[in-house]
């Protein structure tokens, strides 16, 4: 089963960056839940701040924020802590 040490944090190219703005946006407030991958998401974080955490609870996890793209793997189970209210270009592949 994936975890935490398997999902991509890493800066877009500008390629990558525009490719993005054709995809939709999710918007989070400040909130904490816990979220299954059923498929690979790619996302491209436009403003806010997000610690994803092992589920169950574990010790490793990651921060990301503005102008990170992120790559969660199939089948990652985690809790996400959303720090500071996100918005963010997405797309399951």
């Known amino acids: 089963m994936p975890a935490i040490k398997d999902v991509i944090v890493k800066k877009p190219t500008d390629q990558e960056v525009e490719t ?5 946006i ?6 904490t839940f816990d979220w299954g991958y059923t ?4 996302c491209l974080i436009i403003e806010g701040k997000v610690t994803v955490t092992d589920r ?11 102008g990170d793209m992120v790559v969660f ?6 809790i996400w802590n959303i720090q ?6 997405y797309q399951f592949s």
């Open 20 to 24: 993005c703005k054709n995809w939709p």
């Open 26 to 31: 999710w918007q989070g407030q400040v909130s």
């Open 39 to 42: 498929q690979i998401e790619t």
């Open 56 to 66: 169950p609870a574990g010790d490793d996890s990651i921060t990301f924020g503005p």
């Open 73 to 78: 793997p199939e089948g990652l189970e985690c």
């Open 84 to 89: 500071e209210p996100v918005r963010k270009y």
